[in-house]
C-alpha cells in the first residue's frame, strides 16, 4: 500500500498499457487488506488513463458541489448535509455503464442506525454531469476496478454528491458513525475542502479493531473499500474561520451485486 500512495504519475504521462498493471495494483492491495487510499498524482494517473483530458472538466465538475440541494431526511435534524443522487447499472461482466431511471435511496437501519428505514428522495445529479469528463473518467475506474475484484457480476451503481458544511459549527460527515454502506464496494474521491480542518477517515474490521486512520485533504485523493471486509468513518470537521463558509466536498460511488 505504501508503494501506492509514494507514486507519482503526472497526468498525461500514463501509457494506455499501464493502465491494466496499475489497476492490478490497486486491486491487489484492496484484496489484501479490505481498502486502499489513494494519492492525487496516482488518481489523476488512473483517471486520465480511462478519460485522456478527464483534467479539463475539473473546474465545472468541482463547482457543481455549488449547487446541491439540503437533505431533508437527517434523523439527527441537522442541516448541514447537501447532496444530489443518481443511479446505473451494468449487464454481467460489462464496463458499458447505463443511466436506471431516477429513483429514491434506501437504506436499512442495520447499515444506517440515523437515516435508515425510510425512502428518501434526492434532487438528480444533472445529466451534463454525468456525460463529462471527469463522472465518465470515475464511472470508467470503478468498473473497471471492481470488475477485477468481483468478475462477472452485474451491477447496481449508486452515486452521491456529498457536501457537508460547517459553516455555522462542526458537523459530521458520517453522523450514523462508523459503518457498512450494505453494498459490495465504495469508491470515495475527495472533490473539495474550504476552511475546515479534521475529518479524519477511518477503517475497521468487522471486529471493530482500527486497521487505519487517514484524513483526505487534497483535492482528487481517494479511497476504494470492500464494504464486506471493512467498515469506515469520519470524525468531524471543524471550520478554520467561524465568520467564512465552510465545507467538505465528496463524490461517493458504491457498487452492489444484482
Not at 125 to 133: D, F, N, R, S
Not at 151 to 158: G, Y
Request: aromatic share 10%; net charge negative.
Amino acid at each position: 500500500m505504501d508503494n501506492i500512495h509514494k507514486r507519482a504519475v503526472p497526468i498525461g504521462n500514463l501509457a494506455p498499457q499501464l493502465y491494466t498493471p496499475l489497476i492490478a495494483e490497486v486491486c491487489d492491495t484492496v484484496n489484501r487488506n479490505g481498502f486502499v487510499f489513494l494519492q492525487p498524482p496516482m488518481v489523476a494517473a488512473l483517471l486520465n488513463s480511462a478519460v485522456p483530458g478527464f483534467v479539463q472538466g475539473w473546474e465545472d465538475f468541482r463547482l457543481s458541489w455549488n449547487h446541491l440541494d439540503q437533505d431533508a431526511f437527517m434523523g439527527d435534524g441537522g442541516t448541514y448535509r447537501f447532496r444530489r443522487y443518481a443511479t446505473f447499472f451494468t449487464e454481467q461482466g460489462s464496463r458499458h455503464w447505463q443511466p436506471s431511471p431516477h429513483q429514491p435511496h434506501y437504506q436499512t437501519t442495520v447499515h444506517n442506525p440515523l437515516n435508515g428505514g425510510i425512502v428518501r428522495h434526492f434532487a438528480p445529479i444533472p445529466t451534463e454531469l454525468c456525460e463529462g469528463l471527469v463522472f465518465s473518467a470515475v464511472m470508467d475506474l470503478c468498473c473497471a476496478c471492481f470488475n477485477v475484484l468481483a468478475p462477472h457480476c452485474a451491477w447496481h451503481i449508486e452515486v452521491h454528491q456529498f457536501r457537508i458544511d460547517a459553516s455555522a459549527g462542526a458537523a459530521s460527515p458520517t453522523p450514523e458513525g462508523v459503518h457498512r454502506d450494505g453494498v459490495d464496494f465504495v469508491f470515495m474521491l475527495m472533490v473539495n475542502r474550504v476552511n475546515v480542518v479534521e475529518g479524519e477517515t477511518s477503517i475497521y474490521d468487522n471486529d471493530q479493531r482500527l486497521l487505519a486512520r487517514h484524513s483526505m485533504i487534497h483535492e482528487l485523493e481517494a479511497a476504494l473499500l470492500n464494504d464486506a471486509q471493512v467498515r469506515h468513518g469520519v470524525s468531524a470537521i471543524i471550520p478554520i474561520h467561524p465568520d467564512r463558509p465552510a465545507h467538505r466536498d465528496v463524490l461517493v460511488v458504491t457498487f452492489k451485486k444484482r
